[in-house]
Every structure is written in C-alpha cells, then in structure tokens.
C-alpha cells in the first residue's frame, strides 16, 4: 500500500506538493513555483486533523514474513506478516492567514513539521 501522497489534495494549490524540512527549506513548505509557500506559524492562522490513518506495508509485511518463514516456519511466517511497518498517513485542514484553505495529505514527518512549525 502506498504512503501519503504529500501533496495538497483539496482547496487552494490543489495538486502542490508540500515539501519536507531539511537542509535548504526550514519550514515545510508547498511547492508553488517561484514563491513557496512556508507553513509555519507566520503564514497559518489554524490546522486542524480531518482524519489519521495508520496503513500497514504490504512490502514490508510480505518481507518479513518470508524471512520469519524461513527462519521458523510457518509460525515465523505469520508472526514476520503480522510485524509489518505500520505507515501513518494524515489529512489536515489549513488555513491560512490571507483567507486562502487547502487540504494536505501528508506522512508523519511532515505532519510533526507542521505542528512544530506552528506552534
């Protein structure tokens, strides 16, 4: 199953991806081109989480459980699927200062950005 998208999904810049913290960017920030759009406490009025999702990875699961099966067998096969990664996936509502809203889907990295960045 795949991860989050990151990317705003609804609203005002429908289809920008929004992009981690690191080295070069110091707020998460979306992507629109020339002027970026930070979201940190300085540009966003609220946030609110519409809905937390918590996915496991089909990869993840299907891996360990060969391992677990040629290690232990048959119970190492279930207990290595059932270990699968869990994958937290979170649809947040944001409005911004100057009126504009957007809908994001973001994974739990960015989505901790976001608290920190506007708190």
């Known amino acids: 199953m795949a991860g ?8 005002d810049y ?3 991806y929004i992009l981690a913290p ?3 960017i110091k707020h998460p920030t ?3 081109g020339w002027q970026n759009v930070e979201l940190n406490k300085s ?23 060969l391992i ?10 279930l207990a290595g699927a059932l270990s699968a990664k869990n994958r937290s996936i979170y649809n947040v509502a ?17 989505y901790k950005a976001i608290v920190k960045s506007c708190f």
Request: charge should be neutral.
């Open 68 to 77: 677990g099966g040629a290690l232990l067998g048959p119970v190492g096969l």
């Open 14 to 16: 429908i289809g920008k």
């Open 22 to 24: 690191g080295l070069l």
């Open 94 to 110: 944001i409005h911004f200062k100057d009126g504009k809203k957007s809908l994001v889907e973001v994974n739990e990295t960015i």
């Open 30 to 32: 979306i992507s629109v």
């Open 43 to 65: 540009t966003v009025e609220s946030y609110e989480v519409v809905t937390d999702e918590h996915r496991k990875s089909a990869a993840s699961g299907v891996a360990r459980g």
């Open 4 to 11: 989050a998208e990151n990317r705003v999904v609804a609203g």
